[in-house]
Nanobody, 124 residues
Framework: VQLQASGGGSVQPGGSLRLSCGVS????????IGWFRQAPGKEREGISY????????HYVDSVKGRFTVSSDNARKMVYLQMDRLIPEDTAVYYC??????????????????WGKGTLVTVSS
């Protein structure tokens, strides 16, 4: 099972982008979707956890208030709306799926399925 992440691109500071994650072969009743990113020269970090089944969403402080996760369960898509982007948001972004039993977590070995990354560049 591989997730499909898309929607990256280049944007100026203050701009917005929406990333999409296709989860066509997974049930959002059984898996949570995490969004991760890896900035140049840094380790990959978790930024958002989304449990559609229990309406649980968690954001790390660096993106809280600027990023929003949503889903279209009928289309089996999960979205990461990124607003008020800053240069520090420049990174390769990934979506990944973890079993719901894990609870809110950013431990990467908890996530069983990963999408290919999509690059977001924030620069003037």
């Amino acid at each position: 099972v591989q997730l499909q992440a898309s929607g990256g691109g280049s944007v100026q500071p203050g701009g917005s982008l929406r990333l999409s994650c296709g989860v066509s072969r997974l049930s959002l009743d059984m898996y949570a979707i995490g969004w991760f990113r890896q900035a140049p020269g840094k380790e990959r970090e978790g930024i958002s956890y989304f449990d559609s089944s229990h309406s649980i969403t968690h954001y790390v402080d660096s993106v809280k208030g600027r990023f929003t996760v949503s889903s279209d369960n009928a289309r089996k898509m999960v979205y990461l709306q990124m607003d008020r982007l800053i240069p520090e948001d420049t990174a390769v972004y990934y979506c990944a799926a973890a079993p719901l039993v894990a609870g809110v977590t950013y431990r990467q070995n908890t996530y069983l399925f990963w999408g290919k990354g999509t690059l977001v560049t924030v620069s003037s």
